[in-house]
């Protein structure tokens, strides 16, 4: 199989505490950049509102992640919110292997631990502009009921002390420029020298550069 660096395709990991905008991000970014395609993960949660088995993830019982657990499928996976959430290697590889930019909304431990097997993956860390406007936003996502709200604004004092790890760090204060941010960085990670030289290595070649 193809190391990781050798693929073709850029891996883009983008990680936030609940309600920081991470999801709304990605999915512009996917309406306006064909070239970008998302990676799907596995969760024991219950779809929210109008996701999708296969479209927002994979939604599993927790007997059959435990299979997956055991026969080593996922390339990170991580208990977020009482559930679990995992991310199939052979997904992630097969798409950066055709050539295609992969996308994975992710929480911070499973971006670190991809980090360790996928090493030219880009990590990208979403912020919220306060800790006032995050909580007006999970409350008026509408979606939780108080006590998990306060149970996601906890985790997050966990998550935003992570930033610091990561490649690109996004204040989501006005999307419009979050999402313009998010889109340089993706435009950038393609002009340089290895992105191009793994996309292009025929041109390198004939110009006698490898």
Do not use: C
Not at 48 to 55: A, D, L, N, P
Not at 66 to 79: I, L, P
Not at 88 to 103: C, H, P, T, W
Request: aromatic share 10%; no cysteine.
């Amino acid at each position: 199989m193809t190391p990781p660096m050798d693929y073709p395709g850029n891996l883009f990991i983008v990680a936030a505490p609940s309600g920081a905008g991470k999801s709304s991000l990605v999915k512009a970014l996917l309406e306006l950049d064909s070239h970008v395609r998302p990676s799907v993960s596995h969760t024991t949660r219950p779809p929210r509102g109008q996701e999708k088995h296969g479209r927002e993830y994979f939604f599993v019982s927790e007997p059959d992640f435990e299979a997956m657990v055991q026969a080593d499928a996922f390339v990170e996976w991580a208990h977020v919110h009482k559930h679990r959430y995992g991310t199939s290697k052979k997904a992630i590889e097969e798409r950066m292997g055709q050539g295609a930019d992969v996308v994975l909304e992710i929480d911070y431990q499973g971006a670190l631990q991809i980090k360790k097997v996928f090493a030219n993956a880009i990590s990208i860390f979403i912020l919220p502009p306060s800790w006032e406007e995050l909580r007006a936003r999970l409350e008026r996502r509408g979606e939780d009921k108080p006590d998990v709200i306060e149970l996601r604004l906890r985790n997050a004092a966990v998550e935003v002390a992570q930033a610091q790890q990561f490649d690109f760090v996004i204040i989501n204060e006005l999307f419009e420029r979050a999402l313009f941010d998010l889109k340089a960085i993706v435009h950038a990670q393609r002009l340089k020298f290895s992105a191009q030289l793994r996309q292009r290595p025929e041109t390198f070649r004939a110009l006698h550069i490898i």
